[in-house]
């Protein structure tokens, strides 16, 4: 398992698993394999490809696009598109659940 615990500037594609702590600078693309646990921040967009899994406990400033497998328990400024589970407390576009 990969961890990111402090700044990671650029786009980042996740095909493992991965734990982010910290700040990722600029988009984040989970593909077919990846799991991203995110406790930090992404300041772009996250786009999660069939078969990719996200846990967001952490905020995402830009849009989501839900094509595999995406539990929200954290904050998305953006736009979620597609499907995804979103625990009580999250928030999405501005609107708490």
């Known amino acids: 398992m990969r961890t990111i615990t402090s700044r990671y500037d650029g786009d980042l594609c996740v095909d493992d698993a991965t734990t ?6 600029g988009d984040c693309l989970v ?3 990846g799991l991203l646990h995110l406790y930090g921040t992404i300041t772009g967009d ?11 406990f952490g905020t995402v400033l830009g849009n989501v696009v839900a094509g ?7 904050v998305i400024h953006g736009l979620l598109t597609g499907s995804a ?6 928030m999405v576009s501005g609107r708490r659940f």
């Open 20 to 25: 982010a702590r910290g700040t990722i600078n």
């Open 31 to 33: 593909v077919d394999g």
């Open 85 to 90: 589970t979103i625990r009580r407390g999250a």
């Open 46 to 56: 996250l786009d999660v490809r069939g078969g990719g899994q996200v846990e967001l």
């Open 68 to 74: 595999g497998v995406v539990t929200v328990a954290g």
